[in-house]
């Protein structure tokens, strides 16, 4: 079965310092893969997404992520965090044979000034 | 583009009453909206799919007849609970798929129900 893991629950890094969030799918073809950003009492904001083509996708408020097919990989990335980029960010992979998408538990980044 | 809206953005409701929340897509027509429920820091719970003008699929472990989901317009779909019961409190989110967009879903804002 489809899974999405993303290992960290909680990272906090400093404003200004270079952010990697990751997450690893269990998927056998090529993936439909997601990053979401959900701020506190929000719904969730598409940051970007990975169909085919280029592994380096990127995304609104300066986020990247690459995929990494022989790592089973979307690791989020963003070179100088703001602290309005604290929020709780969801990988998500789409469900082979469905319309469906399968979330990851989450990672929550706090930012320290 | 692709904006979803919902409504009420907050309700308080009487342990035994119905609440009824609704999803709007704004500014495109959605054939599937999808109902997801969060707890408190954890992740999103897929509740049910709703494709317009037919019945809503359900999750495995969700009561349809305690969430009814109506999908009657391209850009409307409903969820109402029904005898609402202090457990039933939750973030209750939704999503519409883009038009031809495969799994690609935009989500509303959330709705966060209290019962007492």
């Known amino acids: 079965a489809q899974s999405v893991t993303q290992p960290d629950i909680h990272i906090t890094v400093s404003e200004g310092a270079s952010l990697e969030l990751r997450c690893n799918y269990s998927y056998g073809a090529t993936p439909y893969l997601f990053w979401y950003v959900q701020s506190p009492g929000q719904g969730l904001q598409l940051l970007l997404k990975y169909f085919s083509g280029d592994t380096l996708v990127q995304g609104i408020k300066g986020f990247e992520a690459e995929f990494k097919r022989s790592q089973s990989s979307f690791n989020l990335r963003k070179p100088s965090v703001h602290w309005s980029d604290a929020a709780e960010y969801f990988c998500a992979v789409g469900a082979a044979g469905t319309d469906k998408l399968i979330f990851g538990t989450g990672t929550r980044l706090q930012v320290f000034p | 583009g692709a904006v979803v809206s919902q409504h009420p953005s907050r309700v308080i409701c009487k342990s035994g009453t119905s609440v009824k929340i609704e999803c709007r897509s704004l500014?495109?027509?959605?054939?599937?909206m999808f109902w997801y429920r969060q707890f408190p820091k954890q992740s999103l719970m897929l509740m049910a799919t709703?494709?317009?003008?037919?019945?809503?699929?359900?999750e495995q472990g969700v009561e349809k007849d305690k969430f009814l989901i109506n999908h009657a317009s391209l850009t409307l779909s409903t969820l109402t609970v029904t005898s609402a019961h202090p457990e039933d409190s939750s973030f209750y989110i939704c999503?519409?798929?883009?038009?031809?967009?495969?799994?690609?879903?935009?989500f509303g804002p959330g709705t966060r129900l209290t019962v007492t």
């Open positions: 999503s519409a798929r883009v038009g031809g967009m495969t799994y690609e879903q935009y």
């Open positions: 500014d495109f027509q959605a054939t599937t």
């Open positions: 709703s494709n317009e003008g037919s019945k809503a699929t359900y």
